[in-house]
């Protein structure tokens, strides 16, 4: 039995081959081809350089369309890639040592409550503020309208990624965001409010946009559990999602999550605050498990796994993705594989892994669907 969506605007008519193949996946309406999507980390791309794009070029039907890389120019980092240290709009100090990936906040702004009044007096505004810098509105519009007018069905970000439960990490440091929690400290409430406040505001305003597709991304989990019980997680993290998920779910907006980490305790929440693509990984979570949780439930963008890509040999490859597609796969829908490089899996793993999964996912030739996307970006 799959979910209902009577909610939702399940037309496919103006959209392009990608839009309506993912929107098929989405509601299980039986799709033209598994959809994937393939991103590389930009310290990868700034490793390899052109022999990507002999990769992409090699594998057609997985990058129907893509911007050449230049072998003579770094590839440029930007936001939280660059090296060194930046601090965002909520006052947390990031730093990076290797510039291509992602650093990690060294600076928590909220360590000591001491700190909190003077903080609130600094507070990020929705309608200017970004993370890092002025609130690009009117590009977000922008590129609404793009996709509408060539078809693209792909989700929109209002908010940057670790939006609620790891922003208020992030302002207070793990250990006392957990002390936090367990003492039911009163400012914490204010202080998700705060945030809460800026979230909704975000989300509603991108629906008066126009978007069509709701994005959210945040780790909810941790290696192999939350890092929460889920009596804390409903207290402190769900209302997050409620007034952003559920906002859009209220008015028949479908929402794609991205969530690292083992999230298989609040799956079902998930579902019920409205996300309609869910983006999981699949060691973190185990696929049998995983199974149990999602199959026929909720469609997903099934995260292959990264830890597995620099150790793996090629029959390794192939068996992770057999199991994938043996214990995912319907006609009707409801899969779609990521894929995300690092600079730590060879050029041979990449190719191999890029051809199974080109013949797993029945990928159409790229004419036939006037090189559309075959993913969601």
């Not at 003492?183 to 204010?190: D, G, H, N, V």
């Amino acid at each position: 039995m799959k979910p209902e969506f009577s909610r939702y605007n399940t037309s496919y008519e103006g959209l392009s081959p990608q839009g309506e193949n993912i929107k098929r996946m989405m509601f299980y309406d039986y799709p033209g081809w598994v959809p994937v999507q393939v991103s590389f980390l930009p310290a990868c791309m700034n490793k390899y350089k052109s022999v990507l794009n002999e990769l992409k070029t090699k594998h057609r039907r997985l990058f129907p369309q893509f911007e050449k890389i230049d072998e003579h120019k770094p590839v440029e980092y930007k936001d939280f890639y660059i090296e060194g240290e930046v601090i965002d709009c909520w006052g947390c100090i990031w730093k990076n040592l290797h510039g291509g990936m992602v650093g990690k906040v060294i600076g928590h702004p909220l360590e000591n409550w001491e700190y909190f009044e003077e903080w609130k007096k600094h507070l990020p505004d929705p309608e200017k503020d970004g993370i890092l810098g002025p609130k690009d509105w009117e590009g977000i519009l922008k590129d609404i309208q793009e996709k509408k007018k060539h078809g693209i069905f792909s989700p929109d970000f209002p908010l940057p990624h670790g939006f609620h439960f790891m922003l208020m990490w992030d302002l207070r440091g793990f250990e006392n965001l957990m002390i936090d929690m367990i003492t039911e400290e009163p400012r914490l409430t204010e202080l998700m409010n705060i945030i809460m406040s800026y979230n909704k505001y975000s989300v509603l305003k991108i629906i008066d946009l126009g978007t069509e597709f709701l994005g959210l991304a945040e780790d909810l989990g941790i290696q192999n559990n939350l890092p929460v019980s889920k009596e804390l997680w409903d207290r402190y993290v769900k209302p997050g999602y409620e007034v952003t998920a559920g906002e859009a779910k209220k008015r028949g907006i479908p929402v794609y999550l991205h969530s690292d980490g083992h999230i298989l305790p609040i799956i079902d929440d998930l579902i019920d605050l409205g996300i309609t693509l869910l983006n999981p990984q699949s060691r973190a979570n185990g696929i049998q498990p995983l199974r149990e949780r999602v199959f026929k439930k909720v469609a997903i963008n099934l995260d292959l796994d990264r830890q597995l890509f620099p150790v793996a040999e090629k029959q390794d490859i192939k068996k992770h993705v057999n199991e994938v597609f043996n214990a995912f796969y319907l006609p009707e829908g409801g899969l779609m594989i990521n894929i995300e490089i690092n600079e730590d899996v060879s050029l041979e793993i990449i190719d191999y892994l890029f051809s199974i999964v080109e013949d797993y996912c029945n990928l159409p030739d790229p004419e036939e669907i006037h090189f559309s996307k075959i993913g969601l970006f």
